[in-house]
């Protein structure tokens, strides 16, 4: 057991002070899982699967420190390698780090599989909408609208354009991931993409050349909103 940190010996110092250099191992950036060892009030240790000690010290301890205060020695959770050597001979630790990475993994997967998800909508500008998805910030762009939430009767004008957009600030809205940068934490969402599915089912029941009765809803800048009598959904 480890008994003061002056003890705790990184088993990849010791591979390389043994003459061991074709190592594989975890590299920066990487999520593994790290066992907790030791516990100290401005560092706490932590095994990584073998390959060395991790530690969190400063502000990601700070940060951390709800999870770490239920921690118990021998729970594992996963962590993000921050630097493969803090200069003191340790792997440097980030749980948040690590929280984020397993978030943008799961918002990527779920762009893959078409899943529609709700979000919150947390601001508005003159391009679109603010929301937060899975805590992470996404951009609902006008473009992206549906037809029910298209502002509408105002010409383009700037300011109007964002008094309509805020009516929806608090609100939650059906979305698709359709773009996804983690680098540059870019999370583009589509609220048109949710119905073009059902649209085109319904769609489906009427051949071109057809007349149908509908009812102008709303005038924009970039054309006329029509909802037909038989079937308002369209």
């Known amino acids: 057991m480890i008994t003061n940190s002056k003890k705790v010996k990184p088993i990849l110092n010791q591979l390389i002070k043994a003459g061991v250099t074709n190592l594989t191992g975890p590299r920066e950036g990487d999520v593994v899982e790290a066992e907790l060892i030791r516990k100290m009030p401005r560092e706490v240790y932590f095994d990584i699967d073998g390959f060395g000690t991790g530690v969190i010290y400063g502000q990601e301890l700070v940060n951390a420190k ?10 594992h959770l996963p962590a993000k390698i921050a630097n493969l050597d803090n200069g003191e001979g340790y792997i440097e630790l980030s749980f948040s780090e690590a929280e984020k990475q397993q978030v943008w993994q799961q918002i990527k997967e779920l762009q893959e599989s078409g899943e529609i998800v709700k979000a919150k909508v947390m601001g508005a500008n003159s391009g679109g909408l603010n929301l937060n998805l899975l805590n992470l910030k996404a951009f609902l762009p006008i473009s992206q609208l549906s037809n029910d939430h298209q502002p509408k009767n105002i010409e383009g004008e700037r300011e109007k354009i964002i008094e309509e957009l ?56 970039f054309g006329v909103f029509v909802k037909l009598v038989d079937n308002p959904d369209i």
């Open 66 to 75: 709800n999870i770490i205060k239920n921690l118990k020695l021998g729970d």
């Open 166 to 221: 805020k009516k929806m600030i608090g609100e939650e809205v059906s979305v698709k991931i359709i773009d996804v940068n983690p680098r540059s934490s870019k999370l583009i969402v589509s609220e048109r993409e949710t119905a073009s599915a059902n649209i085109k089912e319904l769609l489906s029941n009427y051949q071109i050349g057809q007349e149908v009765e509908g009812i102008v809803s709303g005038i924009a800048d």
